[in-house]
């Protein structure tokens, strides 16, 4: 008997490990993701450009290398038929061509965020741009 406790007690310990590891993120922090978004250190290497440098996140200022993402938190819900904002939005950092943004061309973005940051930067990250509402894309 005692080990059949011993046993659903490690049962449920994985299945919390299991639940903690990648599937459902923390939520990010978005003063974090706003710093990160500007930081020219990005991979912590000194070296890489910021998101910043392609990216205005300035209502009216025209789109540089990248689009203007003043209204991406705005947008984002509706970007991928049936895709949540929060998906949509980890997936164009990580998986830059996949959902390539409309008018621009894949190898572009920069593909190696998702081994140079953290799952926890991507999530500030996220969290940043979900912030962005300026109502005008
Ligand atoms: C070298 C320039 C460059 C850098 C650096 C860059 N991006 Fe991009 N980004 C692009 C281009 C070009 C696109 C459009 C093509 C695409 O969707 O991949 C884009 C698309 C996006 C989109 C989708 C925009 C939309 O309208 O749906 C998001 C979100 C985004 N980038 C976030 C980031 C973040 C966050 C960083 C920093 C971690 C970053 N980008 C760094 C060039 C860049």
């Known amino acids: 008997m005692k080990l059949a406790w011993a046993v659903m007690w490690l049962l449920s ?11 459902d ?3 990010g922090d978005a003063a974090r ?4 978004f500007m930081s020219e250190n990005l991979g912590g290497n000194g070296s ?6 392609c990216h205005s996140v300035t209502l009216g200022e025209p789109p540089s290398i990248g689009p ?7 947008r984002a819900a509706s970007t991928v038929p ?4 929060e998906a949509y939005l980890r997936a164009a950092i990580v998986e830059p061509d996949t959902y ?10 920069p593909r190696d965020y998702g081994q140079i940051l953290s799952a926890s930067q991507i999530n500030d990250l996220v969290a940043y ?5 300026s109502g005008v894309n």
């Open 25 to 27: 993120p923390e939520p």
């Open 33 to 36: 993701g706003q710093q990160l």
């Open 100 to 109: 390539l943004a409309e008018g621009y061309q894949e190898g572009i973005h």
């Open 82 to 85: 049936g895709m949540p904002a």
């Open 129 to 133: 741009l979900r912030t962005l509402h």
């Open 13 to 23: 310990l994985l299945a919390l490990a299991a639940c903690g590891s990648g599937h």
């Open 68 to 74: 203007n993402l003043s209204n991406v938190g705005a």
């Open 48 to 53: 890489g450009p910021s998101c910043l440098s």
